[in-house]
């Protein structure tokens, strides 16, 4: 159950993230409410989480799927690329927390 929480943490995370982005800088005011919802949820997300799951292991699954989730929306849905540097990025960062998962379990 914790790791259900941890990936609903990060779906709503990326959802806010995305909100920022269709925001325009805040200037359009709308998407601000699913900023605060999509951080809002996250948070209580990821607090719930924690309780079980160790936090360095939670946190450090939670900033990095977040971040290569994120762009790989930011590819798909705001047509910003997905070049050869941003993939092996990505893989990067979900290769170490591949590793953090495997050192939580040793």
Known sequence: MPYLMLAAAVVCEVFGTSMM???DGFQRKAPIVG?????????????????????????GIWGGAGAALTAVVGAVFWKEGMGARKIIGVLLVVAGIAAMEMGAML
């Open 21 to 23: 982005k269709l925001s």
């Open 35 to 59: 900023i605060v919802a999509g951080y809002a949820l996250a948070f209580a997300l990821l607090g719930l989480a924690v309780k079980e799951l160790p936090l360095g292991l939670a946190y």
